[in-house]
């Protein structure tokens, strides 16, 4: 006997249904988060679990016994739920609202009345939709770091842009000046000067010394020349904000100075982090072989790919998940080859990047690329398509357990082109 579990879940609680082969409701109910909450889920299922679906040798659950729907695929609920030997399918939120929509047409919509469209999906439509990855403990730990020095890079990144948006707006100077000095707006001379220089009064009173010093701090050249460039861009005239709204802007932007500075030195820290549990990985070998990865990037791709040999059936779908193959509209004579932009943004950033590596690593990807470019294909839409072929590459060389080589990897196109 096969039950199919529906489970939404909250914060604090999870809402689920059983159901039988049938679609008739064995059980209904509302679990507190936390062991109390499992275990009164395990003692639900055994009520209506036959004898014949527990292995008399190791007493383990038969496979396919219960199959579980639910929205997310990580967490300690969905550990316990693989753990106790559950096939638990992680259905995309998207989707039950789209299901929602065949049992209802009003817009209602409960807590409860989500885990019975889970129960259904994972009843009828298992098919379409993929089980959760049954990646090793390594793979998930790599993952999580992975993805935080990524959201850091990222948030990085947005506070960047505030403070340049907050700059223009009352003190466009500074922005000239780290110009003529050579300096990003994220590098650490740069911030500091801004700190010193919060606002075009302090500017105008800072001394070419005190610039060459936050310089020479950063192990710049030709110091003199790029603070007297420095000081003369702070000292020229230029527009301004009243006193009040120009010292509420320069609070804001030493606000975003000392958070900027804060990621600046936890970025680098979480990458060795990254670096070292790549390194230790099985499979690190293969990805390093792969052109234009180097240890952050193919950390990345390892982590959002998993290590499941089983996960993908073949390399269609594997480029399917990192979002790399097409998506095609037909209608009649209306025909649309579009991009895939319902995908997984992580490892579809990885993978473009990858790409744009991959062009001063790789002979024949820069052949292709260049071919792409030849045909007006414009230059996102050409590192999109070589992404993909190197997805594909990629899968082959984890299938057969071999590292990347040039010629086999792009042999069937010199052979074409012959």
Known sequence: MTVFVGNDWAEDHHDVEVLDETGRRLARARLPEGMAGMTRLHELLAEHLGQDTVDEETGSLAEGSVIVGIETDRGPWVSALVAAGYQVYAINPLSVARYRERH?????????????????????????????????????????????????????????QRLRQALREYFPGMLDALSAGRLELADPDALELIERAGDPDRATRLSRSKIAAVLKRARRRDVEARAEAIQAALRAPALGQPARVGAAYATIAASQVQLISALNRQIPALEQVVGQGFSQHPDAELYLSQPGLGQVLGARVLAEFGDDPTRYRDAKARRNYAGTSPITRASGRRHLVLARYARNRRIADAVHQWAFCALSASPGARAYYDELRAKNVGHHAALRQLGNRLVGILHGCLKTRTRYDETTAWAHRTATAA
């Open 104 to 160: 209802s047409t009003s817009g209602a919509k409960s807590d409860p009345g989500d885990a019975h469209v889970l129960a259904e999906i994972v009843r009828l439509d298992r098919a379409h939709h993929r089980p959760v990855a049954g990646d090793s403990d390594h793979a998930e730990a790599l993952k999580l770091v992975a993805r935080s020095h990524q959201s850091l890079i990222w948030e990085r990144t947005r506070h960047l």
